[in-house]
């Protein structure tokens, strides 16, 4: 009885046993069905929508950098270009560090302290992007990638080149690493330079390598030239003689502009010392400042040719009138003094001899808002407007505040700043028969913003009188032009310091035209606190006008109109 009970119970487990393998076989087989049919419904009948993931997978989209404008002269010679390069990177989660002799070859080819590459991947543990190196030429780009190290990347990127280097560097400017530009027209016209960068989709290997383009998604927009005024020979004359001068003379600094009389256009502004934009390792910034634009200084006894005119225009002084100067002058409690006492003179004489004395007496013959309103005219006080960044307005007190005195001393150049080239431009009231010229930096046809500041027969007048400054027994003997007339005036300015104005420290200033008769150009020098010996204008800087006006006239084809001064041609023959 009990053996027949147990045999039974054994038959009942084993039946429940069966069942549950034939449903796990059956939900089994079921699961392969199912499996089968979708591999076949995805590599078969659907197999577009697993490509299309396994792309999505490697393709990724890159950014396309843009080409940055060109910044040429007025004749298409180039002052900033931008070369292609390659900068490098890595993944460090992704470098061997056990490939040592591909990580050592590579640091040798880019130039980098043995150990660099180690210290980049062994610095922070969850970077996934560091430069190794940036702005590599192509040709070290290509031996890099011959190493094929995994972990290594290279995005093309551009460099600036600066072909006038040290010439141009202060109106130019340069841009930094991420091509940005920092100083000068590089950065003041940074948004039209730069363009518009572009981007394109890529397909990716395992290791992130780019291994094929797939598309453009947006092409790069370049960025616009720009086409200066500047005439770069010009500005290489100029940027030579200036150096010769701050040299010669021991100066702290100096600038130069030369402008055209007619269209008001910038043909070269310099200054020195300069720096090369390829190369500014270990340069101060105040280097970098373009001091013909950025400085200011006042201007002496180069704003007299302006005072007569005005006093001229406006009926003060008479054409045939004289004054008694007799060395000095009592304004108030103070005296205005001359280097020498000239005696008699009259209005010729008056710039001839640079009198302090008779501009003076002429200044306060003037109501203080007429002589203001000329100034104001002339632009000093105003920005020029030349389109470069960070130009200097200068000042000019306002005349409600004027003093005697002030109205004196403003007649000689102290009391009022200015930069290099607003002075040159006010001379163009002058050169262009008492048109006030608008400047620019950029090349132009005619200036079509321009003004009338004196009549055309005081300009012709005063710059009549402005040629025997650079007569022998004028103050600026040196700076005649070899076949040309010219027509300028000297400045020797003291210093103010934080107490007043500084003894043995001076501004040398020249400013003039040529020809003299019908003026092309306009140059300004300053040369700041010479120390060789000498410090008057017409000895320091006056020269370096001669030198600059007669190359640069002979580059622009001017006839000359001074036979007597042309040089003899030692050749045997009757020139």
Request: hydrophobic residues 40%.
């Amino acid at each position: 009885m009990m053996h027949f009970q147990g045999r039974s119970r054994t038959n009942k487990t084993a039946g429940n046993f069966s069942g549950r393998r034939q449903i796990v076989v059956i939900f089994i087989m079921a699961c392969m069905v199912v499996l089968v049919g979708r591999a076949v419904d995805l590599q078969v009948l659907n197999k577009q929508f697993l490509k299309e993931q396994g792309d999505m997978r490697h393709v990724s989209d890159v950014p396309v950098s843009a080409y940055r404008g060109m910044i040429k002269d007025r004749n298409g010679a180039p002052l900033a270009i931008s070369t292609p390069v390659e900068s490098i990177w890595m993944n460090p989660q992704e470098v061997d560090p056990a490939k040592e002799n591909e990580i050592r070859q590579m640091e040798k080819l880019l130039n980098s302290p043995k150990g660099k590459v180690n210290e980049l991947i062994n610095g922070d543990t969850h970077r996934q992007f560091v430069y190794v190196a940036r702005q590599v030429s192509p040709v070290i780009a290509d031996q890099v990638k011959a190493l094929k190290l995994a972990g290594v990347y290279f995005e093309r990127e551009f460099k600036r080149f600066y072909p006038a280097g040290e010439v141009s560097a202060h109106l130019v400017g340069f841009t930094d690493i991420d091509d940005i530009g920092q100083a000068g027209l590089e950065s003041g016209y940074e948004k039209s330079l730069k363009g518009i960068p572009g981007s394109k989709r890529v397909i990716r290997d395992g290791q992130r390598r780019i291994i094929e383009d797939v598309e453009n998604i947006k092409e790069p927009v370049a960025g616009k030239n720009l086409d200066l005024s500047i005439d770069q020979r010009i500005q290489y004359l100029a940027y030579r003689e200036l150096q010769l001068a701050v040299n010669l003379n021991k100066a702290k600094s100096a600038a130069l502009v030369v402008l055209d009389a007619k269209t008001g256009e910038i043909l070269a502004a310099v200054n020195q010392p300069s720096f090369n934009p390829n190369s500014r390792k270990g340069l101060k910034e105040s280097l970098y400042r373009n001091r013909s634009i950025t400085d200011v200084f006042e201007p002496g006894s180069t704003v007299k040719p302006f005072v007569v005119a005005a006093a001229l225009d406006g009926r003060y002084v008479k054409p045939n009138e004289v004054f008694e100067t007799h060395g000095t002058y009592q304004v108030g409690s103070h005296l205005v003094k001359d280097v020498h006492n000239y005696g008699t003179l009259d209005l010729t004489g008056v710039l001839k001899k640079s009198s302090n004395v008779a501009v003076s007496q002429m200044a306060l013959r003037m109501p203080p808002e007429y002589f203001w309103g000329v100034y104001n005219k002339l632009g000093f006080g105003v920005a020029p407007g030349s389109g470069f960044p960070g130009e200097a307005n200068g000042s000019l007190l306002d005349y409600q505040s004027w003093h005697e005195f002030d109205r004196a001393t403003l007649s000689f150049g102290y009391g009022v700043s200015t930069s290099a080239l607003q002075l040159a431009r006010a001379y163009t009231a002058l050169a262009d028969d008492g048109i006030l010229h608008s400047v620019s930096l950029f090349r132009r046809d005619e200036d079509v913003d321009q003004q009338r500041v004196f009549s055309a027969k005081t300009a012709k007048r005063v710059r009549a009188m402005l040629e025997t400054v650079l007569m022998k027994d004028g103050t600026a003997y040196e700076g005649r032009v070899e076949g040309y007339s010219a027509a300028g005036k000297t400045g020797t300015v003291k210093k103010a310091g934080a107490g007043g104005y500084v003894e043995k420290s001076y501004f040398s200033v020249f400013a003039g035209m040529a020809p003299a008769k019908n003026p092309r150009l306009i140059i300004v020098v300053m040369v700041d606190e010479p120390s060789a010996g000498q410090y008057y204008g017409g000895i320091v800087s006056a020269p370096v006008f001669s030198k600059v006006m007669a190359g640069a006239l002979r580059v622009l084809e001017v006839a000359p109109d001074q036979q007597d001064n042309m040089p003899i041609l030692l050749t045997g023959k009757a020139p």
